[in-house]
């Protein structure tokens, strides 16, 4: 059993920066594949970026290439989103996940652990 919990989400404004941090219980983090996805009112949640279990491979979703970065501390069990130059349109509540297959899963539905979500709100 993996348990999630997020943290870092607040109100920015547009062009702001946020950090969001996702700790993870249990002993076998590093075995883990990570995600970052999000979900706005009214719509479907989606895939922001996952990275691989040491760390060494990334892969964003088109909208927020260039502009978010994620990265992971397997000795603390926790995975970061770094979040640049933020629209209105990055506005959502984030989530992490974890899948136990290797790969940088886009596909929500591969994920078997998720966190409770934390809110980014960004003002024009």
């Known amino acids: 059993q993996v348990q999630l919990v997020e943290s870092g989400g607040g109100l920015v404004q547009a062009g702001g920066s946020l950090r969001l941090s996702c700790a993870s219980s249990?002993?076998?983090?590093?075995?883990?594949?990570m995600g970052w996805f999000r979900q706005a009112p009214g719509k479907e949640r989606e895939f922001v970026g996952a990275?691989?279990?040491?760390?060494?491979?990334?892969y964003y979703a088109d909208s927020v290439k260039g502009r978010f970065t994620i990265s992971r501390d397997n000795a603390k069990n926790m995975v970061f989103l770094q979040m640049n130059s933020l629209k209105p349109e990055d506005t959502a509540v984030y989530y992490c996940a974890a899948r136990s297959s290797s790969g940088l899963g886009t596909d929500l539905r591969s994920y078997r652990y998720w966190g409770q979500g934390t809110q980014v709100t960004v003002s024009s």
């Open positions: 249990g002993r076998t983090f590093s075995t883990y594949a």
């Open positions: 990275i691989g279990r040491s760390g060494g491979s990334t």
